[in-house]
């Protein structure tokens, strides 16, 4: 089992930055994929942003992206403190929502997919005015 909490949402005005935070407990070590999503008032679940190892042999990262957020989020991980980050920045109004971590011990294929993930945080709320 994996837990995951996250922190970092807050208020902020348009253009301005947050970071996001996501620490697992548990089994971190056995997490291969981690993801953010978000959840906006009256709108459906949608994939912001994913990590995952390139491949089965190596250390190095993948990251993906939803088109609305690519090159004003960054998603990193830090292993040795089980941590995994959404940094963002320029931020808009439209960002306004509740920010999930999500986290898998297997390889996710399709990682936009919320559906194929087994843990989830309990969210963090990031308000954005204009």
């Known amino acids: 089992q994996v837990q995951l909490v996250e922190s970092g949402g807050g208020v902020v005005q348009a253009g301005e930055s947050l970071r996001l935070s996501c620490t697992a407990s548990?089994?971190?070590?056995?997490?291969?994929?981690m993801g953010w999503f978000r959840q906006a008032p009256g709108k459906e679940r949608e994939f912001v942003a994913a990590i995952r190892k390139t491949g089965a042999n190596t250390d190095e990262d993948s990251t993906y992206y939803a088109d609305s957020v690519k090159g004003r989020f960054t998603i990193s991980r830090d292993n040795a403190r089980n941590t995994a980050y959404l940094q963002m920045n320029s931020l808009k109004p439209e960002d306004t929502a509740i920010f999930y971590c999500?986290?898998?011990?297997?390889?996710?294929?399709?990682?936009?997919?919320?559906?194929?993930?087994?843990?989830w945080g309990h969210g963090t709320r990031v308000t954005v005015s204009s």
């Open positions: 999500a986290a898998d011990s297997s390889f996710i294929v399709n990682f936009f997919d919320g559906k194929l993930y087994d843990y």
């Open positions: 548990g089994r971190p070590g056995s997490v291969a994929t």
